[in-house]
C-alpha cells in the first residue's frame, strides 16, 4: 500500500506522470470507490464547517448524502467520459486505465489531505477560503500535469484541458442534482 500511496504522491508532486499507476480493474475500482468515500467525508466536514445555524439550502433541507454522492458520481463520470473521449480522439485509448487510476487517486490524495487541514483552520475563516482556492489550484494543476503525460501535449494544453474538463463536470453535476 506504502508503494501506491507514494506513487500518487509523486504524480501530485507533478514528480511521476501515469504511466507508472497499476490498470488492473480491480484497483481501478477500488480507487474510483475510496475516491468518493473520501469525496463524500470532505463534503460533510466542509457543510458542518461552514454551516450557519439554522441555515438550510434552497429546497430547505441541510447536507444530503444523496444529493452530494449524485453530485460526485456525475462528476466522476463525467470526468471518465471525457477523458476517454480525448484519449480516443489523439489515438491512445490504451492508456484510459492509467489516467483514470492516476486522475481519480491524485484527487483522492489531494481530498484528504484538504479535510484533514480543514478542521485546523476553523478559528482563522478567512483561510479557509485561501486554503481552499490553493487546493483548487493545486488540483487542477496535478489534473492537468497527468492531462499532459496521457494526451502527449504541453503542460500548459493539459491544464487548459484539465479547465475544461472541470468546468463540464461541474456544470454536469450541477445540472443532475437540480432536477
Known amino acids: ?40 467525508l470532505a ?56 489516467t483514470i487510476t492516476a486522475l481519480f487517486g491524485c484527487d483522492l490524495l489531494i481530498t484528504a489531505c484538504f479535510g484533514i487541514l480543514l478542521p485546523l483552520l476553523g478559528f482563522l475563516p478567512w483561510a479557509r477560503a485561501l486554503v481552499f482556492l490553493l487546493f483548487l489550484i493545486w488540483s487542477i494543476s496535478v489534473m492537468g500535469f497527468i492531462l499532459h503525460r496521457a494526451l502527449g501535449v504541453q503542460l500548459a494544453v493539459g491544464i487548459l484541458v484539465a479547465v475544461g474538463f472541470s468546468i463540464v463536470g461541474l456544470a454536469i453535476s450541477e445540472i443532475a442534482i437540480a432536477t
Open 1 to 40: 500500500m506504502k508503494p501506491i500511496f507514494l506513487l500518487f504522491w509523486q504524480i501530485c508532486r507533478l514528480k511521476q506522470g501515469p504511466e507508472h499507476v497499476p490498470t488492473q480493474t480491480w484497483f481501478v475500482l477500488l480507487v474510483i470507490v475510496a475516491n468518493l468515500l473520501c469525496s463524500l
Open 43 to 98: 463534503s460533510a466536514a466542509v457543510n458542518a464547517e461552514f454551516a450557519i445555524p439554522g441555515d438550510t439550502n434552497v429546497d430547505g433541507q441541510r447536507f444530503s448524502l444523496l444529493t452530494t454522492a449524485t453530485s460526485i458520481v456525475v462528476g466522476q463520470t463525467s470526468t471518465a467520459a471525457l477523458t476517454w473521449l480525448a484519449l480516443q480522439l489523439r489515438e491512445l485509448s490504451e492508456r484510459f486505465f492509467a
